[in-house]
């Protein structure tokens, strides 16, 4: 149905000097204002609110990290609490009770087997240090170097996590076909795709002729999340566990996005029953405030004190407020929250393709949920086994319709390899009648963006 949000308001003086003043200070580098030129100043839960008195339903949850929505209770009292209680705010990597409550909680949350053996590296702040972490890691107890990443990945802005990103070139990675039911790189889809880039995966590693030297690790997700929401098969998961295990490599799993009940799982390795060596975890874990670590098996510590440090790694607040929200997922069951909502709205979704022939794909697990937009009368389609074909995407109808969405009071952001995937990331406390919200808008903005005479124009520079 049809939603009638009121007209944008005019924006008072202090609203566009606000904007006026970040265009001309700010990197050119800046991405969200960008493309959401909003200046909010009350925020709670799921809803910002702007200086210009609009309201806005939130699906970028701080590109995932805000798990329980802006300043939610249970995050504002532990800050609170530590605030209050005198403690040191900046510690380095010394022990402290609220460190030592945070780990506590992290491992008791984390799939048994591996918390068992497992130690933790507090990094900087940001998950790509945590990712250099992760290869500093492993490049020291096996003494490789090389790395395994897969196309369309995407593991931060730092050198090293560039380099076994999607877009990287001249570096020491070796890339693999990462499975794509929709846009399979095989042109066979599903299960038989996925099988296909494991048995090339086998076949380069055990190739003594394939120019891929001994990998030290394999880095991947087990959603795709920047790369286009690509949900890795549970099988494939498993066969890249098999593989790296009867080869001693080490397998890393970049959580950083996916973690803390984002996809219907507290971890989404659990989806597929896997245990990895190494764990990348950031966003979520902080509870709205930088923190970054990594969980790996006790056999990998062999690097030397000072190996991997940093100025912040200490962050008393986002341990406290990181605890707090590990805690409250796990009492409250959001991951399998997570799960029921997140099948809702993706069928939902799926429903509007009948009616909408630009919906070339809607995917995702759980509350991470992606909607592929196409150009069904542009260019030749790519034929795959499980869905027939894929016509080229429609980057300039998504960010029509990401415009669209803000007009009418809704945050959405763009991924995968165009910018054509409509991206949702609402937070694990999204209510029912939210996620009708979410989707009515969505759909009421996707109808504005086809009939947009400037819908061509929007587009702009793929990404």
């Known amino acids: 149905m049809a939603v009638t949000e009121p007209a944008p308001v005019e924006l008072p003086p202090a609203h566009e000097g606000i904007l006026r003043r970040q265009d001309l200070r700010e990197s050119a580098a800046r991405t969200y204002a960008r493309s959401l030129p909003i200046v909010p100043v009350r925020a709670r839960g799921m809803t910002i609110e702007g200086a210009d008195g609009r309201r806005y339903l939130d699906c970028l949850s701080g590109a995932g990290t805000l798990a329980l929505g802006h300043n939610h209770p249970v995050v504002l009292e532990a800050v609170r609490k530590v605030i209050d209680s005198g403690a040191p705010l900046h510690v380095l990597d010394l022990a402290t009770p609220v460190k030592d409550a945070f780990t506590t909680e992290l491992f008791s949350t984390l799939p048994r087997e591996f918390a068992d053996n497992a130690r933790i590296q507090f990094c900087g702040p940001a998950g790509t240090d945590a990712v250099e972490a992760a290869f500093k890691l492993v490049r020291a107890a096996t003494g490789r170097s090389e790395l395994l990443a897969f196309t369309g990945a995407y593991h931060g802005m730092t050198a090293g996590a560039l380099a076994a990103s999607g877009g990287a070139t001249d570096v020491r990675v070796t890339r693999l076909p990462f499975p794509h039911r929709y846009r399979c790189p095989f042109g066979a889809g599903g299960e038989r795709g996925a099988d296909i880039a494991a048995r090339w995966t086998e076949y380069l590693l055990d190739d003594p002729k394939s120019g891929v030297p001994e990998p030290a690790a394999m880095i991947l997700e087990?959603?795709?999340?920047?790369?286009?929401?690509?949900?890795?098969?549970?099988?494939?998961?498993?066969?890249?566990?098999?593989?790296?295990?009867?080869?001693?490599?080490?397998?890393?799993?970049?959580?950083?996005?996916?973690?803390?009940?984002?996809?219907?799982?507290?971890?989404?390795?659990?989806?597929?029953?896997?245990?990895?060596?190494?764990?990348?975890?950031?966003?979520?874990?902080?509870?709205?405030?930088?923190?970054?670590?990594?969980?790996?098996?006790?056999?990998?510590?062999?690097?030397?004190?000072?190996?991997?440090?940093?100025?912040?790694?200490?962050?008393?607040?986002?341990?406290?407020?990181?605890?707090?929200?590990?805690?409250?997922?796990?009492?409250?069951?959001?991951?399998?929250?997570?799960?029921?909502?997140?099948?809702?709205?993706?069928?939902?979704?799926?429903?509007?393709?009948?009616?909408?022939?630009?919906?070339?794909?809607?995917?995702?697990?759980?509350?991470?949920?992606?909607?592929?937009?196409?150009?069904?009368?542009?260019?030749?389609?790519?034929?795959?086994?499980?869905?027939?074909?894929?016509?080229?995407?429609?980057?300039?109808?998504?960010?029509?319709?990401?415009?669209?969405?803000?007009?009418?009071?809704?945050?959405?952001?763009?991924?995968?390899?165009?910018?054509?995937?409509?991206?949702?990331?609402?937070?694990?406390?999204?209510?029912?009648?939210?996620?009708?919200?979410?989707?009515?808008?969505?759909?009421?903005?996707?109808?504005?963006?086809?009939?947009?005479?400037?819908?061509?124009?929007?587009?702009?520079?793929?990404?």
């Open 222 to 463: 087990p959603v795709q999340g920047e790369g286009g929401v690509n949900p890795a098969p549970d099988s494939w998961m498993r066969r890249m566990r098999e593989i790296t295990r009867e080869r001693s490599i080490a397998l890393i799993a970049d959580e950083v996005q996916t973690g803390v009940g984002r996809t219907g799982t507290f971890w989404a390795v659990e989806h597929s029953g896997i245990v990895p060596d190494v764990m990348v975890l950031s966003k979520a874990i902080g509870g709205s405030l930088p923190l970054a670590v990594i969980v790996y098996r006790s056999e990998l510590d062999l690097w030397q004190p000072g190996a991997h440090a940093g100025t912040f790694r200490g962050n008393q607040l986002a341990m406290a407020a990181g605890a707090a929200t590990l805690a409250y997922v796990r009492e409250n069951r959001l991951a399998e929250r997570a799960g029921t909502l997140g099948a809702r709205m993706l069928a939902a979704l799926q429903a509007l393709s009948a009616d909408h022939p630009s919906i070339g794909d809607v995917r995702g697990r759980g509350l991470m949920i992606g909607i592929e937009l196409v150009d069904p009368e542009a260019g030749p389609p790519t034929v795959t086994a499980e869905n027939g074909s894929a016509p080229p995407p429609d980057p300039a109808l998504a960010t029509a319709v990401q415009q669209e969405c803000l007009r009418r009071g809704l945050i959405v952001e763009l991924g995968g390899r165009h910018g054509a995937v409509v991206r949702l990331l609402p937070p694990l406390t999204l209510t029912d009648e939210q996620a009708t919200a979410v989707v009515d808008r969505l759909a009421d903005a996707l109808r504005a963006a086809e009939r947009s005479p400037y819908r061509r124009a929007a587009a702009g520079p793929t990404r």
